[in-house]
């Protein structure tokens, strides 16, 4: 017999949290497996700027993005309380921003940076599952999450195309918006970004807080964000993963996910709403804070080469160089 919609509207409880044993069990595997993914990578082939075909980064960067994933199961099965989830997020967090802001000392430390990267790598993803997860707990319907999604694709947008995480130094705290693995390629930054991580584990908690299916959900964002990653590939251009993701997460949740029309039309006029203001933001701080332009050199040098006599289309003769200075108009 059918189940009265009542009682499949009505949410089941939730177990109670897991002991203290547990939790630190299921902290130090993901933390454990993040390093070992890590050191399988990065230790083989140091991280520099542009290492390896484009092909080599992506399937990393895909591979972060399921790594995140097992993170977000190992931490969300263990059904921690709101305030440990706070206070874990910000302790790494904290030590996410400490490890960022330090320069590295000036010496013949070789393994000094891998194991900063990893102990960067290894808050950011703890941090952005436990916010995430924390967050998720503030939903309390199919409509809060159609409005995080189309929110999270318009700050997505703006962050990519304003390129924050690129345009700031090496130690600044917005460069936590970028992880460090895996390598970029010169402008190209491959790694996924923080804010992938957030909304991934916020889209799996909702998705067990709602009973929708937990692996369509999860194979939807994975499908998502691999289709931007191979548009990123083929143009070159790190394209928008969220807008994507959440396409994907839509498509999982579609059986039981419903919304009427007026949630709808509000979670859109939220996202426009967000967007124009970071474009405000960001015109309010090129005003204040203006990109200095350099100026052009008065005069410019060109070298000419001249080449006597060609036979079986190779030079013969004497190749003579020139020097020649020119005033650009």
């Not at 939730?14 to 939790?23: I, L, S, Y």
């Not at 928008?240 to 999982?252: C, E, F, R």
């Not at 919304?259 to 509000?266: D, I, K, N, P, S």
């Not at 080449?307 to 005033?327: F, T």
Request: proline share 9%.
């Amino acid at each position: 017999p059918r189940m009265p919609s009542a009682v499949r509207e009505r949410p089941f409880p939730d177990p109670p949290p897991a002991c203290a044993a547990e939790v630190a069990g299921r902290s130090a595997l993901a933390l454990g497996l993040v390093a070992l993914t890590y050191a399988l990578t990065a230790i083989h082939d140091p991280p520099t700027e542009g290492a390896g075909p484009l092909e080599t980064i992506m399937l990393p960067r895909i591979g972060a993005f399921i790594l995140t994933a097992a993170v977000a199961g190992l931490v969300q099965g263990a059904r921690l309380r709101g305030w440990v989830l706070a206070a874990g997020g910000g302790l790494a967090l904290a030590v996410a921003l400490l490890v960022q802001t330090t320069p590295l000392p000036q010496g013949p430390l070789a393994p000094l940076p891998l194991a900063r990267d990893m102990t960067l790598l290894e808050s950011s993803v703890l941090a952005a599952v436990l916010g995430g997860t924390l967050l998720a707990r503030g939903l309390s319907g199919p409509a809060h999450l159609l409005a995080v999604v189309l929110c999270a694709s318009a700050g997505d947008a703006w962050m990519n195309l304003a390129q924050v995480p690129e345009s700031v130094g090496e130690t600044h705290p917005l460069k936590l918006l970028r992880l460090v693995w895996p390598p970029g390629a010169g402008q190209f930054g491959a790694a996924p970004s923080l804010v992938d991580m957030l909304f991934l584990s916020l889209y799996l908690e909702a998705a067990r807080r709602f009973r929708f299916h937990v692996t369509s959900v999860l194979l939807g964002a994975l499908a998502g964000y691999a289709t931007a990653s191979l548009l990123s590939l083929a143009t070159l251009k790190v394209m928008l993963a969220l807008p994507l993701v959440g396409l994907g997460v839509l498509l999982g949740a579609w059986p039981e996910f419903r919304c009427t029309g007026r949630e709808v039309l509000a979670a859109f006029a939220l996202a426009v709403a967000l967007f124009l203001a970071l474009k405000g933001l960001s015109y309010v701080r090129q005003e204040l804070h203006p990109e200095p332009v350099p100026r052009p050199l008065p005069f410019q040098l060109k070298l000419v080469a001249q080449a006597n006599g060609a036979r079986h289309g190779a030079w013969s003769g004497e190749r003579r160089g020139a020097w020649r200075v020119e005033r650009r108009e």
